[in-house]
């Protein structure tokens, strides 16, 4: 059984870009989530995702940041005009549904603002 | 005031110690706990998971809950060298739809052969 997939590993982007990190949940699982990890910094809870439907994005910034899962297809966070403080490991998770509660998370995607 | 602290370490036992690693924290709505592992540069490996006040053990690990202080901790018995990397304890409120985890700020841990 898969676990938790992300992809790209790594990303370099240069300031003003877009940067799109993907995220295959395991299988059988619903819920995502994602969460942030700053240098130095413990983890940050972004948003929680279900098919098509935000459920909560408290953690996440107001500008420049989006997320959505399709009914197909992976989970995606996008950040617009990428900026040096966006540098971080972003790791997605994900659960199987209600009634559970512990998260499952993926390796990972590096970000790198130049 | 933190909602969850975790004492930073780093700590360094040799190898066959028992390790204790703690967390504490504030908001009583925290009802569910787990404790990751976390290699350099890899993502969150959940070891535990529990509801309950008391003990669960599983292997080489136990994890204890103890509600009325607010104190949860994770042992590891027979220590490995393997066992090297940051601890996370986790949380979360089981109320709700909100699912989010709070992450204490982690214990690196090395075990030395």
């Known amino acids: 059984n898969a676990g938790v997939m992300q992809n790209p590993r790594h990303l370099v982007r240069r300031r003003g870009q877009e940067a799109r990190l993907r995220c295959s949940p395991m299988?059988?699982?619903?819920?995502v989530y994602w969460y942030r990890q700053l240098p130095e910094e413990g983890l940050k809870f972004m948003v929680y995702?279900?098919?098509?439907?935000?459920?909560?994005e408290s953690g996440m910034p107001k500008e420049r940041f989006s997320a959505e899962f399709p009914k197909e297809g992976p989970s995606i966070l996008r950040i617009q005009q990428v900026v040096r403080g966006d540098s971080a490991a972003y790791f997605c998770?994900?659960?199987?549904?209600?009634?559970?509660?512990?998260?499952?998370f993926g390796p990972g995607t590096r970000l790198t603002v130049t | 005031q933190k909602e969850v602290e975790q004492d930073p370490g780093p700590l360094s036992v040799p190898e066959g110690a028992i390790v204790s690693l703690n967390c504490t924290y504030s908001?009583?709505?925290?009802?569910?706990f787990m404790w990751y592992r976390q290699y350099s540069r890899k993502g969150p490996e959940l070891l535990m998971y529990?509801?309950?006040?008391g003990n669960k053990e599983d292997g080489r690990f136990t994890a204890q809950v103890d509600k009325s202080s607010k104190y949860i901790s994770l042992f590891i018995r027979d220590s490995q060298p393997s066992d090297s990397a940051t601890y996370l304890c986790?949380?979360?409120?089981?109320?709700?739809?909100?699912?989010?985890?709070?992450f204490g700020s982690g214990t690196q841990l090395t075990v030395l052969p």
């Open positions: 908001n009583s709505a925290f009802q569910y």
């Open positions: 986790a949380m979360t409120w089981v109320s709700g739809s909100a699912r989010q985890l709070t």
């Open positions: 998770a994900s659960s199987p549904g209600l009634g559970t509660y512990e998260q499952y």
């Open positions: 995702l279900q098919k098509e439907n935000i459920i909560d």
């Open positions: 529990t509801y309950s006040s």
């Open positions: 299988k059988g699982h619903s819920h």
